[in-house]
DNA sequence: AAAAAAC
């Protein structure tokens, strides 16, 4: 099967051989011709299906007739996070450059005017975050009487954001008769009712990824004290004696953690960017800009760049804090490991976090190795004392995440003294000198990856769920007493840091 | 236990 078997246009058939891809992905190959044949469209797919390619290529042969007219969009696709949308343009741009297309991106954090003159205008295709999307409506800047084909992407997620009400919204100023393509990972009842009213004899198109890690990605739990410092401690140490480090997404549960993580890393000297929700677009932008380009190698995230960005070849992923839901930690470690490439994730796992690793452990249906060295609980042997685990089940509901929550606070915890905001405590948080260290197996970061055996060639596609291979488990360091760490470097002495980790000179504000 | 999204 080859792209010019689905229907496609010769402008985007050139288009898409210009990139060099020529097998569709199963989305795309199902999808492609229901799009072409105008019917409505239900998929069921993950990110990193080549869902996106699977409406753009089609939409874009569709758009080759006919013209836009000013205030009405032609098309338009929903997106629940900025860097979705702002991605979906970079898909149009790339396979629509052949073509006079007006591709718009309504987004909020970025100035209303200019997006309000390119309406004016007239676009074919309106990418949109519904926020902003009904800010333009309510302003009378946008008809949405125009819209012959409209996308709703990541519709399970929008529904765990709360967007439904907003997206209800939009249907109803969309002419009837337009052509819907519906995306969603999973089928939540209430996701299920809502294509109930908005597709009309839809074509199911089914491709899910099993709810699991790609077999390509080493997964580990290393045991951590609960307290934050601790952690940071931790990472720090964890980063330093990665095997293979090429670029790394430290992942976060709340943004405030995010911003403290990011800051004392950057303290300590390693080049890392930020990016949670309530940075302004700007530097949102820039930082995932910067990661990908490979100008900066570390990224501290919240759950906004769990799913569905394109970032390619992350040879790691770090869990700061365990995810409390197990979907997210398949999302986070989904970063890495991508296209049969190998790949780390390593979870920094507190006591408290043992209930969430069960579950997690449940669903991806392996145990997660501990990894060895001081913080393991049996780290003589490299046994694994609790695998391998019971683990069959494999339900993917997300039974009761169905409303979004709000207001909640941050609660403090009090029965100790709070740390200093921001890291004052260097002089007693510690990490392990370089030359107290036994300079493990740290190879520089830069080497080529030492071969590893084909794992993924036989592997079925669904449901690979042996357990995890110890023998891949990374080290972390070896047995060394406690108190030898309390010696660390100063926060200004980054020699011991594999020089791409550094912090250039002239370093680029993050946060 | 959170994050995400409009001004």
Redesign the pocket.
Known sequence: MSFSDLGLSEKVLAAVAATGYTTPTPIQEQAIPHVLARKDVLGIAQTGTGKTAAFVLPMLTILEKGRARARMPRTLILE????LAAQVKENFDRYGAGQKLNVAL?????S?GDQDAKLTRGVDVLI????????HT?RGGLLLTGVELLVIDEADRML????IPDIERVCKLVPFTRQTLFFTATMPPEIRRITETFLHNPQKVEVSKPATTAVTVTQCQVPAGREAHEKRELLRRLLREAKDLQNAIIFC??????AIVHKSLQKHGFSVGA????MDQSA?TAALEQFRKGELPLLV????AARGLDIPEVSHVFNFDV???PD?YVHRVGRTGRAGRTGTAISLVTP??Q??MVAIEKLIGQSIPRAEGDYAVSADTGEHSDRPRESRGRERSRGG?GK???G????ERSHEPREPRGEARHASETTPSAEARPAPEARPAREPRPPREARQSSEPRHGARQPANPSHVPSIGRPEPRRQREADSEPGDHSHLPAFLLRPVRSPAGA
């Open positions: 629940p996070t900025r860097e309504l987004i909020g954090g970025v209303f949109a975050t519904p926020g902003r999307l009904l800010d309510e765990d954001m709360g967007f549960n709340r943004k405030r953690e995010v990016l949670h929700g309530d949102r995230a919240s759950d906004v995810p409390h839901h997210d408290l976090d209930k969430s995440r979004p929550q709000r909640g606070r941050d609660r």
